[in-house]
């Protein structure tokens, strides 16, 4: 199996674009053979019928279970019944701490909280405050709404409790990378109206996914062979959390899911013309959306509903958002999702502060510090975000 696992990986490495200007390159293409060779071996094991490729993907993907840390309290707890991990530090504090909600990455798919371990308690440790992060139902098994609704859930019993974990109610943010930037972005939004629950300070998107419409914007065009993140897989997830089938996925990339009207409507918000220009000088191919075909429409309507897309959310919901914290990642699919937001909360008269790592690639937050060696740019963003928490 581990021979066969090889031999696939040799054969598939050519086929990824690594480009010399990311941090750390030769890293990042020891970190893909690891996830190539893990997915192969997963295809073969499930081949055999002994058990799924992503079964198999999250046990790998699981990380190691760390030890005692001498700064900080961690209990494993359920709000709402849905399971957390709280970090609190344990110096004394003058006063009430700050909170923070962390939905992991992953697609929807993979993550849990052994997976994010060294994040949130870098996080915990390094802006003193109390992180929880929550382990929402995954996908395929949970379909949309499940993450979502388990994110909000989460974070409501928080902003009802803050007074047991010496929490300071004006000092309350949500935060995610990736499907947990997604997620930090749809719980800010469904929050924001709301009088009967402490408002939120703050949300932190991390290389956040945030629309379904367009898989064609320049960075997808520009990145679609990066790691860790590629093309056709950002579909793919997409698709396996809305419906649990990744069926219609060339449908979707080809851009033949979204009625003609409706893609005119999202125009404002959607389009390669409100992303910089400078972002546009590499290798831009922009394509004409295919005929729509309605049956494939039928089964990804849902796309539309900004608590799985937030980009598409009403100018009235996005008025009302805290301000805001976004990074992106040149070499990264999603790198133009979260321009096009950032664009949106500033119209909107939201404030935004934005990160942006030249050298970054998707994902690069959690491997900061992974496996025994760092990525550089992955720890000046996680410093980035840890500033910004200062700041509040």
Known sequence: LAALAA????????????????????KLRLVLTVLLGTAALGRILEKTGLCSQITFGRYVRQGR????????????????EVPVRVYQPKATSDGRRRGILFFHGGGWVFGSLDTYEKVCRYLSRESDSVVVSVQYR???????????????NATQHFLQHLEHYGVDPARVTVCGDSAGGNLAAAVSQTLAGRSDLPRLRAQILLYPGLQALDF?????HQNRGVPLLF?????????????GDALHMQEVLEGSHIPPDMRLKYTKWVSP?????????????????????????ETVKRFCE??????????????????????????????????????????????????????????????????????????????SVVNFLKSL
Not at 231 to 243: D, G, I, K, M, W
Not at 347 to 363: A, K
Request: charged share 25%; aromatic share 12%.
């Open 138 to 152: 995954l996908a395929p098994e949970h379909k949309y709404p499940a993450a979502y609704e388990d994110c909000l």
């Open 231 to 243: 093309r056709e897989r950002a579909a793919f997830f997409a698709l396996l959390y809305l419906n």
């Open 306 to 383: 900004p608590n799985l897309c937030p980009l598409l959310a009403e100018d009235s919901v996005v008025q009302q958002l805290p301000e805001s914290f976004i990074l992106t990642c040149e070499y990264d699919v999603l790198r133009d999702d979260g321009l096009l937001y950032k664009k949106r909360l500033e119209d909107n008269g939201v404030r935004v502060t934005w990160y942006h790592l030249e050298d970054g690639f998707h994902g690069i937050i959690s491997l900061y510090d992974y496996c025994g060696f760092s990525f550089p740019s992955g720890k000046r963003g996680l410093d």
């Open 7 to 26: 031999a696939a990986v040799l054969l598939g490495l050519p086929s990824y674009d690594i480009p010399p200007g990311v941090n750390q390159p030769a």
């Open 273 to 297: 013309d409100n992303i910089p220009e400078k972002f546009k000088v590499r290798g831009v191919r922009p394509l004409r959306p295919t005929d729509f075909i309605a049956e494939v429409y």
């Open 216 to 220: 064609n914007l320049p960075s997808y």
């Open 65 to 80: 279970k760390l030890g005692l840390d001498p700064k900080l309290f961690i209990q494993d707890l359920q709000f709402n």
